[in-house]
């Protein structure tokens, strides 16, 4: 039987993260990965000169940790405007960032999706969260509905706003979600800028394993079992004792810790040729009852489809098993962007069941960071549910085992 000093389990951004500081500290480790690629809920497929993310995902500019692990001029980050186009149910609407986007001040000014009122409750927000932490935060938590409100947001602007731009995030349609959460959230968007990679999200974990010896990572290797005296057995009759045993991506529930509830979505990708104007925002559907957001990601990337435009369609909830109305969703796309139904052809569709942790009010109090005698529990739910509450949960873990 084999022993290492530290097994990890889960190739994720947590697991990518550890790996690679104990490998900056020379210490001996083995990342045990189930599927066939680094990145976990991170990643893309590359198909008939598409780039396919597996979910509408974004990486933030603002993120001080991650930037650290990653080499983000390899990376090349392309960047969404600073906003959103909004559909209030008749016709488009801009929301900018009148900050970084000056040339689209007044289109947003005069916009009649908020009040004057509503527009400087935003810009006190801004200056208020510039530097929020969470750990700082000794407030009582509320949903993120609750805060808003608390805020005297009108309802129309938390309704064509708030509602359809952090649900898209959050991966929930009632705004339950905590206000900590909401508030890291809304910070970092003020601070930084949203953006993906030129060839896809699956280049950041790329870009951190570019750090870790690949003789380190054993890919295509389930964890069955975790027996007595640290002995972890894997798919293909293979045992291993360890001293230390990171569990990311909820593979803790092999060891009955009670692993983080999830949020779905449906991530459905169409082609077309009808041009669309503004196509570096993220638009935004409040009206719609099926379509959440669409982002036309060659727009922002052409490497993503370059023939066509490539519309990312996330629709909240637990699709898998049921039928969705592809005629109904191309009549709609029509409506919204021009052309008939024959213009939007589907191209990829991906039900992602395990999208984004559930951070409910009070999440950050129930939190599941585990340290006991070398089993160690990392993830998204050991920090927050971002690309940055991975990584740094990652180095958490890592800190911990170099202590040692």
Do not use: W
Not at 190 to 199: D, E, L, Q, R, W
């Amino acid at each position: 039987m084999d022993r290492v000093e530290t097994v990890i389990v889960g190739a994720g951004l947590s697991g990518l993260a550890c790996a690679s500081t104990l490998e900056k500290h020379k210490k001996e480790y083995l990342i045990v990965e189930k599927s066939n690629r680094v990145g976990g809920r991170v990643g893309s497929i590359y198909e008939n000169d598409y780039i396919f993310d597996v979910g509408f995902q974004v990486y933030n500019t603002a993120y001080k940790e991650s930037s650290r692990f990653l080499d983000l001029k390899n990376i090349d980050l392309q960047l969404f405007k600073p906003g959103s186009i909004i559909h209030d149910g008749t016709k488009f609407h801009m929301v900018s960032d009148p900050f970084r986007d000056p040339k689209n001040l007044f289109s947003s000014l005069f916009s009649s999706l908020s009040s004057f009122s509503d527009k400087l409750k935003v810009l006190l927000l801004i200056f208020e969260l510039s530097n929020y932490r969470i750990e700082n935060d000794i407030s009582s938590d509320v949903t993120t509905l609750d805060y808003l409100k608390q805020r005297k947001f009108s309802e129309k602007f938390i309704e064509l706003f708030f509602y359809p731009f952090f649900s898209g995030i959050f991966l929930e349609k009632d705004l339950n979600t905590s206000s900590k959460f909401f508030k890291y959230v809304f910070s970092n968007f003020s601070k930084g800028m949203a953006c993906i990679p030129k060839n896809g999200m699956q280049k950041i974990p790329d870009s951190i394993s570019n750090n870790i010896n690949e003789k380190n990572i054993l890919f295509d290797h389930a964890l069955i079992k975790v027996g007595d005296s640290k002995v972890l057995s894997f798919s293909n009759n293979i045992n291993i004792k360890a001293d230390n045993i990171v569990f990311t991506g909820g593979s803790e529930k092999l060891i009955k810790i009670k692993s983080a509830e999830y949020n779905s979505v449906c991530n459905l990708y169409f082609e077309t040729d009808i041009d669309i104007v503004n196509g570096k925002y993220i638009h935004l559907f409040p009206k719609d009852d099926l379509i959440n957001n669409i982002a036309i990601l060659n727009k922002v990337s052409p490497s993503y489809c370059a023939s066509n435009n490539l519309l990312s369609i996330s629709i909240l909830g637990d699709y898998s098993t049921l039928d969705i109305p592809f005629n109904a969703i191309k009549k709609r796309l029509s409506n919204y962007f021009g052309g008939s139904e024959s213009n939007y052809d589907l191209v990829k569709r991906f039900d992602i069941k395990r999208a984004t942790i559930n951070q409910n009010k009070d999440f950050f109090k129930q939190r599941n960071s585990f340290y006991d005698d070398g089993i160690i529990v990392s993830g998204q739910n050991t920090v927050n549910g971002s690309i940055e509450g991975a990584i740094c949960s990652g180095l958490n873990a890592s800190n911990y085992i170099i202590a040692k």
